[in-house]
């Protein structure tokens, strides 16, 4: 590909109300380009102060995602890696503390030679110049550039915070020029009234809004619970500028996975194509190829998601879920594992804090309730999280798995409770517990790591890909989750913590069957993955490999607990084929 070629720009943005789906709309359509053999890549803008979203709270703002080169970033950049099978870097979301910390050092280093910096033009210039670099920058294991970049514009039309960038795209449409440049308005046709009538004035305010600054939408996605009732397209089409076939309908499906289907079905392909000249980019053979494919197994996966398949039911443990999106690569996860398996995974969200003695006390109610959930499941995981509230839930949530040989899955701080359970209860240590929340503790059996920066919260963590090395011993040899990675040596998985297993008690622990097959591959002193000896599926990992996660290639521990948790796990370690009567098959 010629490195003059100039990268095309579709540009997502967002009315009447946040959170109406604007990520899985840009993710779907890069999807969608995918299967044309097209290049693509994603930037993400989040109109906050924030640098990152790293000192951003669960319950505030959902999961904080993690890349390969440790940027903490929106959950929605884990959606575009999911669906797009790329990796992205820092670069790729662009807040406003990132822009405005920018201009700032500019300005003090006197690179604008003494002129007045403002919103307009320096803000805006470079809003535009980030955008335009960082959407040739190659993402794809071809090392083409991006033919095609999809920016979704956080926020709402309207948002005083998004005022710059919404600004800075109505100039970049120029700077790119007409057929380079792509506008998806996503927006919401209420239902209201008795008879259940669609209304469209919410999007036409939208879309006149959207108008007086400047960009007028070439689609409209319009986000409904029901599909578009007749003449709803001609109105829309009519009010908002558009042709009723830039206009479609975004209902309630049977799964995400099927909104790229649903977008496919009403034309989306045919009509940006025409809009981006598309047809005139030049596109290796075997590339399309790859894309026909693609698409081929992504039908097949969304319709599997559809079938009445047999469920399974896994108990998450956590402190944050009374907002699903907290765990939302965790819940992608099991998602794809279980269809992989041809299984229907069923969640039982357990707040950790409600297994605990003092909740038997404060609310029977809910503590029965929890205990009932956890009981019922097939399989216990815990992922990460900070803080002391619900660290002893998770503890017990541990301890039932380990004794009553359920299947278990830890993550980061799930591995941390784990191994204080098992040493207070399989080793003796009466006392262990993690310097995190008892600083002074008798048994500190997980300790903050010596590197990590004590006073600053931001930025500050094991952040990003660090490679762990299966050990070279007789148990990690054949040990489940090494045949679950493939038989590999060493493994590539992404972290996000600043406390470790303490390396004094390593000995004792796996004295006592507590084994951990894989280190770090830097020192060997640092605990990445334990397995328990003598347990059907007892594993825990000090990364997330949640965030490697695809649909059609399921992260190897989530895949592992959910085999176990289905009673699957002995026959696919022997090399059943547990896809054999269907087209798409297992992916490691």
């Not at 009447?16 to 789906?21: H, M």
Request: hydrophobic fraction near 40%.
């Amino acid at each position: 590909m010629a490195s003059g070629k100039q990268t095309k720009y579709i540009i997502v943005s967002g009315g009447v109300i946040s959170g109406i789906g604007k990520g899985i709309i840009a993710s779907s359509t890069g999807l969608l380009l995918k299967t044309l053999g097209l290049t693509v890549t994603s930037i993400k803008i989040d109109p906050y102060l924030n640098i990152d979203a790293g000192t951003l709270s669960p319950l505030d703002h959902g999961e904080v995602f993690v890349l390969d080169d440790g940027g903490e970033v929106d959950l929605d950049l884990g959606n575009y890696e999911r669906y797009l099978n790329t990796t992205l870097s820092r670069d790729n979301n662009i807040t406003t503390g990132k822009i405005y910390r920018e201009v700032i050092d500019k300005e003090r280093r006197g690179d604008y030679l003494g002129k007045t910096v403002q919103v307009v033009p320096h803000i805006t210039n470079a809003i535009q110049d980030w955008v335009e670099r960082v959407g040739s920058v190659p993402t794809s294991e071809h090392g083409r550039i991006p033919d095609v970049c999809i920016v979704e514009l956080g926020g709402t039309v309207g948002d005083i915070e998004s005022a710059p960038f919404i600004e800075a795209m109505r100039q970049f449409q120029f700077r790119v020029g007409h057929d380079n440049f792509c506008l998806i308005h996503v927006s919401l046709v209420p239902v209201v009234g008795a008879v259940g009538e669609q209304k469209t004035k919410p999007t036409q305010a939208s879309v006149r809004d959207l108008r007086g600054l400047g960009l007028a939408p070439d689609l409209l996605a319009c986000r409904s619970q029901h599909p578009l009732e007749k003449g709803i397209r001609e109105k829309l089409g009519m009010f908002c500028q558009v042709s009723p076939n830039q206009v479609f309908s975004v209902h309630d499906c049977e799964s995400l996975y099927h909104i790229p289907i649903l977008l496919q079905e009403q034309g989306i392909i045919d009509v940006l194509t025409d809009r981006l000249k598309l047809g005139k980019l030049s596109i290796p053979a075997e590339i399309v190829d790859e894309g026909k494919s693609l698409w081929v197994q992504w039908g097949e996966f969304a319709r599997r998601r559809a079938r009445g398949l047999e469920q399974t039911t896994i108990a998450i443990v956590g402190k944050y879920t009374n907002l699903a999106d907290s765990y939302i690569s965790v819940v992608k996860a099991l998602e794809h594992a279980a269809l992989n398996v041809n299984r229907q995974v069923k969640i039982n969200w357990v707040e950790a804090s409600d297994l605990e003695e003092s909740s038997m006390h404060s609310d029977p109610l809910k503590y029965h309730e929890a205990w009932q959930h956890l009981c019922a499941a097939d399989g216990i995981l815990v992922p990460g999280g900070f803080g002391e509230r619900g660290v002893e839930g998770k503890v017990l949530a541990a301890k039932w798995a380990r004794e009553h040989s359920l299947p278990y899955l830890g993550i980061c701080l799930g591995l941390q409770v784990a191994v204080i359970e098992f040493a207070r209860n399989v080793c003796g240590m009466t006392d262990a517990h993690s310097t995190e929340f008892r600083e002074n503790c008798k048994t500190p059996a997980v300790v903050f790591m010596p590197e990590i920066d004590r006073t600053t919260m931001g930025g500050t963590m094991r952040l990003g890909s660090r490679p762990t090395k299966f050990q070279d011993t007789e148990f990690a040899r054949t040990s489940k989750i090494k045949k679950l990675y493939g038989g590999v040596d060493e493994v590539h998985e992404r972290h996000r913590h600043r406390y470790e297993v303490n390396p004094e008690i390593v000995e004792e622990l796996e004295a006592n069957g507590l084994r951990f097959v894989g280190r770090d591959a830097e020192t060997g002193e640092r605990m990445e993955i334990f397995e328990l000896a003598d347990h059907p599926y007892y594993v825990a990992a000090q990364y997330h490999p949640e965030y490697l996660t695809r649909p059609l290639s399921p992260s190897p521990p989530f895949l592992g607990l959910l085999l176990a948790a289905s009673g699957q796990l002995d026959a696919y370690l022997a090399g059943e084929d547990l896809a054999r009567n269907t087209d798409i098959k297992l992916m490691l």
